[in-house]
């Protein structure tokens, strides 16, 4: 097993040995030791335990729905966070969370959301929304005896959470809530943990006061009864049945008729309901008060960005494991039996479909980790106060980073995921492969905690918002760097002046291109805007009809932009044996994402001729060329144990025959003659063996 102490050698070692620097060094460099092995903890005690070892056969959905249950209590039990952790200052609390989920989600997923939702989720929820009247429940919560639910989307919305209607009206005389589905298409659905086995809701409804709407609430609601699991009178609660993926959560619907909460059930952090009935809030604008609900979830939304990038380096590591042992073809070209068959990684056309997922991959594994830090340091600082201030500059900026960089991670594991499959052949579509339960995984994030194409327009909204402030004002509002160079729109770079390809290596180089890129494009994005605003005199569709090759690519290019800065800020403490290919890891990520932009440096004429399209393509070769030999090394520094990636292609001892060979001979029932072969037999077939000794 690849630990991250030993690794024996093997028939990988031959590219192994080719890496210029220590992969253990690189592994520390990349993971902080410290959550590293909090990481471990939790992969070896799972390991060992018979609850969690995983079955051979495709299981029912069912099954799936029982294990994972139970599999959530026993993980429960374990107590990962000594419960001391519950009084760390938050941003240690919340880290040392993530990390346990982290390590549970790249080998249970399952288990990880509906532990993620039910648990996680819900304490930082109370934590954030939450006041000291929900004590207990967060107490009780942080000792496992609550299972709960986020109930937000509605059958009819989903994205735009101002038009859901499920409401709260306060009713004075007996100091309650009153919850009611005015109709089917309100019912909230899609709630994980809801379907079947939650006690406990956090409802996001329309509080009414006094004959007034007062926007989107979360309350606390009580679902079923904890000792029988049997819903309360007044809800209809159901399993919305079989899905595509992710079968182990009981993902539900819930419709209330005339149910009732108390008062205290409200989270008031951000506004309240005295017991006269008024509503009193810290924010003036309704908007914004859903706006500081709903950046709670942001946290859910990190968590997604850890899991993603996690799942992308299980995807690169199964598809180069794979590449380096398996051969095709030999430089003779006739085909016939020989030893010189290259290894797959040995083809320019593999390292190029391969290597920049690699560098994407670590790219972005070094970006969520450092990003991690940043965002949980604005939410601490949010959260020591006793009412939430108006949102901050920092908070709009984390938001605007959020907003793309889940999808640009999410993104990235699901094209990368294919790749790799296609990458190892047939035997890629082997369920023992992984890589099509990582597909399956990764497959809702694009959607769930907000969809990847909702949620990057928000992005560009806040970066336009910057640019207007700047040119009207001379304000921009960028506490965290993301667009700072804007500052200098006016002096920088408008046309390409490198004379060789080699030019491009460079932070500084990239850096031009990017500031380029995004100023082209937030230029292009407003002009555009004005354009169909003057002639539809409308702000919303001036927004929807400049997505397309505007907005929604200046999200991208600002996120892409943006994970290679912290990537380099982070890489300049690294030891010198491990710079070069860090490097060219950083450059080959910039150069692959910019070639897909090449298009519109041309149409913005800060290109002209084919060098600048030639030299970012020779570069992307060269940089595959130049990885080769560290390709494998990268891998080891990347990859989680053996029993976390859990691949018959990918393991770390790299016998890719023997586990294959073990893996078809001992395949339960392979060799045996099936229940049902009565019924499928062909009445008269010839036994031609038999004809054959006849003859
Ligand atoms: C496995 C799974 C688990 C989930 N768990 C939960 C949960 O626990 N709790 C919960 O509350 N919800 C949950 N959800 C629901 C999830 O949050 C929503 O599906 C998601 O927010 C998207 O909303 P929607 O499905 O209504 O899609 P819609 O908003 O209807 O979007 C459909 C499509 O239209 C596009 N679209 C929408 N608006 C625009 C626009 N303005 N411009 C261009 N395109 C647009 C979107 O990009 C998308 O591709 C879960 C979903 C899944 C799949």
């Given amino acids: 097993m690849s630990t991250e102490t030993s690794i024996a050698p093997g028939p990988l070692s031959h590219y192994r040995k080719q890496a210029k620097f220590c992969w253990k060094k690189m592994k520390h460099f990349i993971e902080d030791p410290e959550l590293l092995q909090i990481k471990m903890t939790v992969w070896q005690t799972l390991e060992k335990d018979p609850v969690f070892k995983r079955p051979v056969e495709l299981l029912s959905t069912e099954e799936m729905k029982r294990r994972t249950a139970i599999q959530l209590n026993k993980y429960c039990q374990y107590n990962f966070l000594a419960p001391e952790t519950a009084n760390f ?9 993530m990390t346990v989920n982290e390590a549970l989600a790249v080998t249970y997923p399952d288990v990880s959301v509906k532990h993620a939702i039910g648990i996680g989720l819900f304490k930082n929820t109370l934590t954030t929304l939450g006041t000291e009247r929900h004590k ?35 009713d004075k005389e007996r100091q309650e809530f009153v919850i009611n589905t005015p109709d089917f298409e309100s019912a909230k659905c899609w709630v994980g943990n809801l379907g079947k086995s939650c006690t406990m809701a956090i409802l996001f409804a329309q509080l ?55 008062r ?28 500081a609900a709903l950046e709670n979830l942001s946290t859910g939304r990190v968590g997604i960005m850890q899991e993603s990038s996690n799942n992308l380096i299980c995807a690169v590591t199964i598809a180069l494991r794979y590449a380096a042992i398996r051969k095709q073809f030999a430089p003779n070209g006739d085909g016939s039996l020989n030893k010189n068959e290259l290894p797959l990684i040995e083809y320019q056309l593999h390292q190029w479909r391969l290597f920049p997922h690699l560098s994407a991959a670590t790219v972005l594994r070094i970006f969520v980790n450092c990003f991690t830090e940043d965002y949980l340091s604005v939410v601490e600082q949010t959260t020591s106060s006793d009412k939430i201030q108006d949102l901050s500059d920092m908070v709009s900026e984390i938001h605007s980073l959020v907003s793309s960089a889940k999808p640009l991670i999410t993104w990235s594991c699901r ?68 667009c700072d160079f804007l500052k200098n ?6 046309k390409f002046g490198f004379t060789s390809p080699t030019q491009l290596l460079s932070v500084e180089a990239i850096s031009q291109l990017y500031e380029y890129l995004i100023i082209h494009l937030i230029k292009e994005t407003e002009a555009k805007q004005l354009e169909v605003l003057s002639k539809t ?49 950083g450059f080959l990520y910039g150069l692959n994402c910019l070639e897909k932009h090449l298009l519109y440096f041309y149409q913005g004429g800060y290109a002209t001729g084919p060098e600048l399209a030639t030299f970012v393509r020779e570069n992307i070769l060269s940089l ?43 395949n339960p029932g392979a060799m045996s003659r099936p229940a049902w072969w009565s019924e499928i037999i062909i009445p008269n077939a010839p036994d031609f063996k038999q004809v054959k000794s006849k003859l």
């Fill in 489 to 494: 729109h006016e002096r920088i770079n408008k």
């Fill in 624 to 666: 595959c060329a130049k990885l080769k030999p560290d390709a494998l090394g990268v891998v080891d520094a990347l990859a989680p144990p053996d029993f976390v990636v859990d691949s018959v292609l990918g393991k770390s001892d790299g016998k890719l025959y023997e586990n294959l060979q073990n893996l078809f001979f001992h």
């Fill in 415 to 482: 094209d990368a995921v294919q790749e790799c499959r296609e990458a190892c052949g047939g035997h890629g579509f082997l369920k023992a492969s992984r890589l099509g339960d990582i597909r399956s995984i990764n497959d809702p994030c694009v959607t769930y905690e907000g969809d990847n194409n909702v949620l990057v327009q928000q992005s560009s909204n806040w970066l336009l918002r910057q640019w207007q402030s700047l040119k009207q004002d001379n304000i921009l509002s960028t506490p965290l760097g993301s």
């Fill in 136 to 170: 207990h429940i967060l107490d009780a919560a942080w000792n496992n005896k609550v299972l709960a639910c986020l109930a937000l989307t509605e059958v009819s919305h989903g994205s735009n959470t101002k038009q859901m209607r499920t409401s709260a009206t306060f």
């Fill in 264 to 291: 205290e059930n409200l989270l008031n952090k951000t506004a309240d309901v005295t017991p006269e009935g008024d509503y009193e809030s810290s924010f003036s604008d309704p908007g914004r008060i859903l706006g």
């Fill in 89 to 97: 200052p938050y941003k240690r609390k919340t880290r040392f969370m």
């Fill in 208 to 262: 009414h006061t006094n004959g007034q709407c007062h926007g989107l609430h979360a309350f606390i609601v009580p679902i079923r009864d904890p000792k029988t699991l049997i819903p309360y009178p007044g809800i209809t609660v159901g399993d919305m049945g079989e899905k595509i993926g992710l079968h182990g959560i009981d993902n539900g619907f819930i419709l209330f008729n005339n149910y009732r909460i108390p």
């Fill in 537 to 585: 005199k409308c702000k919303f569709t001036a927004r929807c009809e400049t997505q397309v090759y505007h907005a929604a690519v200046l999200s991208r290019a600002y996120i892409e932009y943006n994970a290679l800065k912290y990537f380099w800020k982070h890489i300049s403490k690294s030891h010198q044996s491990l710079r070069e290919t860090l490097n060219n890891l």
